[in-house]
């Protein structure tokens, strides 16, 4: 019904910077939220920023001041911009929605994710 797809991903140096893309498409009345959550091998995947339609985004202590998310409502398309990108930053990204289908029905969708890599 909705699908989510990343884009963006790679290898960059530490402080270098990245931004990630997703998109919701399929049948979408509405969005009510797009955020990002990355996850580590042997790691809980944890949230990264969270956006809510006409609210403001919530961030990860540990990328606070750094990264930056943004929402096209229009595009049904989600940012995600990331500078001084650090090592620890090094996880598998996905992107998860949540809106509706039509007025009568909800989704939650979540993405297949996308590598980043931050290494010398």
């Known amino acids: 019904q909705v699908q989510i797809v990343e884009s963006g991903g790679g290898l960059v140096q530490p402080g270098g910077s990245l931004r990630l893309s997703c998109v919701a498409s399929?049948?979408?009345?509405?969005?009510?939220?797009m955020g990002w959550y990355r996850q580590v091998p042997g790691k809980e995947r944890e949230l990264v920023a969270l956006?809510?339609?006409?609210?403001?985004?919530d961030y990860g202590d540990s990328v606070k001041g750094r990264f930056t998310i943004s929402i096209d409502n229009a595009k049904n398309t989600v940012y995600l911009q990331m500078n001084n990108l650090k090592p620890e930053d090094t996880a598998v990204y996905y992107c998860?929605?949540?809106?509706?289908?039509?007025?009568?029905?909800?989704?939650?969708?979540w993405g297949q994710g996308t590598q980043v890599t931050v290494s010398s």
């Open positions: 998860n929605a949540n809106g509706r289908a039509s007025i009568l029905e909800s989704f939650r969708s």
């Open positions: 956006k809510k339609s006409g609210g403001f985004p």
């Open positions: 399929g049948i979408i009345f509405t969005i009510d939220s």
